[in-house]
């Protein structure tokens, strides 16, 4: 992607299947959140959990970010309101 765009791209990898209970996934998110001292100008997820996930941990500096999604389905768990 850097061939066709003069912008920074950063990969995250969230490791869902290697965190089975949700608030170690949180912990982890936050330590990942912390780690960009500039915000991103835009968020890419894939899949439903990475989606119901971020939308549980987003830090309120990072709402105003514009989010684009793939994979995720119509139907999720929304962890934002504990359904």
Known sequence: M???TNTQIHVEYMD?????VFDTWKDWMWQLFRAYKT???VVVLFGGEAW???RRVCPEE?????????????????YSKGE
Do not use: Q
């Open 2 to 4: 850097k061939d066709y």
């Open 16 to 20: 869902c299947e290697s965190f089975p």
């Open 39 to 41: 915000k991103p100008e």
């Open 52 to 54: 119901s996930a971020y």
């Open 62 to 78: 990072w709402r105003d970010i514009p989010v684009v999604l793939g994979g995720v389905k119509n139907r999720f768990i929304d």
